[in-house]
């Protein structure tokens, strides 16, 4: 009679430890507080310093000061020529960080781009086309409405490359 009893004793001592490891604090990875890519905005402490260069413009407050913003960089010049090698740079840096939204094209039809609202800018449109480079170089440097900034993820002369490469390639789909 003890056997059984024993048994259940033993096998009672060998499922315990596994039951202890399923305790609550399993669970924390999956319940824990997170905060998603894109989630909330990040803002910059006025106090701090560009890694290179120094930025023209500073960061807008909001949408109004974006805009006024904008067309103030309307005067800035483009000190890259729109020569071969600065628009094949273009193309290596719209590859890099501007497809996945604006499309091969630049009709803003890429992968990512679909899922937005609303849809990243056609690039090849007149909108786009007859703005000063300087306006350009603005809202990549400071993004949009849903478009973000690059001003940390693109050097300075790169910016002014994407341009031509825009300008140049996107351009010819004028009609």
Not at 41 to 46: L, N, R
Not at 66 to 71: D, F, G, I, N, P
Not at 132 to 138: I, K
Request: charged share 20%.
């Amino acid at each position: 009679m003890k056997t059984p009893g024993l048994c259940l004793i033993l096998m009672l001592l060998c499922i315990l430890p596994g039951a202890g490891w399923t305790l609550p604090w399993s669970e924390d990875m999956r319940d824990q507080p997170s905060v998603k890519p894109q989630e909330s905005q990040v803002f910059t402490s006025p106090s701090s310093m560009p890694t290179t260069g120094t930025d023209l413009f500073p960061p807008p407050q909001d949408i109004s000061e974006l805009v006024k913003a904008r067309l103030e960089a309307g005067t800035l010049v483009n000190p890259v020529p729109r020569t071969g090698e600065s628009i094949n740079r273009g193309k290596v840096i719209y590859d890099t960080h501007c497809i996945v939204c604006h499309g091969e094209q630049g009709y803003g039809d890429g992968p990512v781009g679909k899922k937005y609202i609303p849809d990243p800018m056609n690039l090849t449109i007149d909108y786009v086309q007859i703005q000063p480079d300087g306006q350009l170089f603005y809202t990549i440097s400071h993004g949009s409405i849903a478009m973000p900034f690059y001003r940390d993820a693109i050097p300075v002369e790169d910016r002014w490359h994407l341009i031509n490469y825009i300008k140049a390639v996107f351009g010819q789909k004028l009609k």
